[in-house]
């Protein structure tokens, strides 16, 4: 493996899987960094990100050791996730396309609790404004009395079944579960509940000294983000055989959000800040023009391959083009495997050499077969 990877899988790993959470020292001090580009020296060099569209292409994991390995039961080797994803051109970015664009992108390798914290806020707080702004523009259900309903029918009519969640926070005081608060390794303690079986389980872990943690990681083949339950605090290990759904249901009470549908979308997410004030939408000031944070923060923290930006941007960065093109091949758990892009010359050179003289030994026995045959006859 070429140097430049080893460098960069080592970057990568100085990367705490709880390098950032919105409300954590690290994640605020990010998060504010990120607001201040617009008053940066170098806002012109970030700028054209404003045209683009973030593209998930997927996430794999690396198995790790694990230094902070203090007590027997600690895992020793924990799964280091990563996250790839594609920066295109807005106007010719495709949600259906894999790829996402075929030309002018950016190709990009970044911890993946990062990506899916910054991606998820961004995403709902743009969700929620647009439900918002529907429900203030088109449902007209404030003064209905059966306001809750009204707004369920309203979004049910414009297919915006979505928006509900947010009927449920505004009436109900959210569910039982915050995701943000997982999106992130982190413990997670069973809710108590009435049914006997269940109460009685939760006894027999409890003096087992079970405890259990909840966390995003890769699914299928590598094609989406799920939520899943683990018994240790790296979240390597699961609870069972499928991501520890069962377990949290049993436990529970109910379904473990995302453990069924990815946390991170497959459409092209742009990079530009909605303005939604109806006052600004007619002023043509490019200095008001904002990136979102979801693009923000995955684009400084990420390992960058740049080569298709060299008409874009002046000083394309080209440090994980290595390791990102080594990413050939995902198995079904997930599991990247490094396919090298060129041959080894050494072990060419061998298989050469052992090929010629296979088909050099396979003549002579074909020659001493047709001889010792013209001799059999010539007998007869």
């Not at 249901?249 to 303005?275: D, H, M, Q, R, T």
């Not at 995902?330 to 088909?359: Q, S, Y």
Request: charge should be negative; glycine fraction near 8%; proline fraction near 2%.
């Amino acid at each position: 493996m070429k140097l430049s990877f080893g460098l960069f899988v080592a970057a990568v790993s100085a990367m705490s899987v709880n390098a950032l959470k919105a409300n954590s020292e690290a994640g605020k001090d990010l998060m504010s960094k990120a607001r201040r580009l617009e008053q940066d020296e170098d806002e012109d060099q970030m700028q054209w990100i404003a045209d683009y569209s973030l593209k998930f292409q997927g996430c794999h994991h690396v198995y790790q050791w694990n230094q902070d390995v203090d007590e027997e039961e600690d895992v020793r080797l924990y799964a280091k996730r990563l996250a790839r994803f594609r920066l295109c051109p807005s106007d010719e970015c495709s949600t259906s396309s894999s790829g996402g664009c075929q030309s002018g992108y950016g190709d990009y390798v970044v911890d993946m609790a990062t990506y899916v914290n910054s991606y998820y806020e961004s995403f709902q707080q743009q969700l929620e404004e647009e439900c918002n702004q529907y429900k203030e523009n088109y449902c007209g259900c404030d003064d209905n009395d059966d306001e809750e309903g009204c707004l369920y029918t309203c979004y049910a009519e414009a297919e915006m079944e979505q928006c509900e969640e947010f009927i449920e926070d505004e009436e109900d005081g959210g569910d039982e579960f915050d995701v943000e608060e997982y999106l992130e390794c982190a413990e997670w303690e069973a809710p108590d509940n009435d049914d006997e079986r269940k109460r009685r389980r939760l006894e027999e872990e409890e003096e087992e000294e079970v405890q259990y943690f909840i966390g995003p990681y890769c699914s299928g083949q590598g094609g989406s983000v799920h939520m899943g339950l683990f018994t240790d605090d790296t979240c390597t290990t699961f609870a069972d055989d499928e991501g520890g759904a069962d377990t949290f249901e049993s436990l529970a009470g109910y379904s473990l959000p995302f453990s069924g549908k990815s946390i991170v979308g497959e459409e092209c997410f742009s990079c530009l800040e909605p303005n939604y004030d109806e006052e600004d939408e007619d002023e043509d000031d490019e200095e008001e023009v904002e990136i979102n944070e979801a693009c923000q923060v995955a684009y400084m923290s990420a390992g960058k391959c740049e080569y298709n930006l060299a008409g874009t941007i002046s000083n394309p960065e080209t440090s994980a083009c290595n390791y990102i093109d080594g990413i050939k091949i995902i198995r079904e758990d997930g599991m990247v495997l490094i396919k090298p892009e060129h041959p080894n010359a050494v072990a060419t050179g061998f298989v050469v050499v052992f090929a010629m003289g296979f088909a050099s030994m396979g003549l002579y026995v074909w020659y001493l077969r047709t001889r010792l045959g013209i001799k059999s006859d010539s007998f007869l």
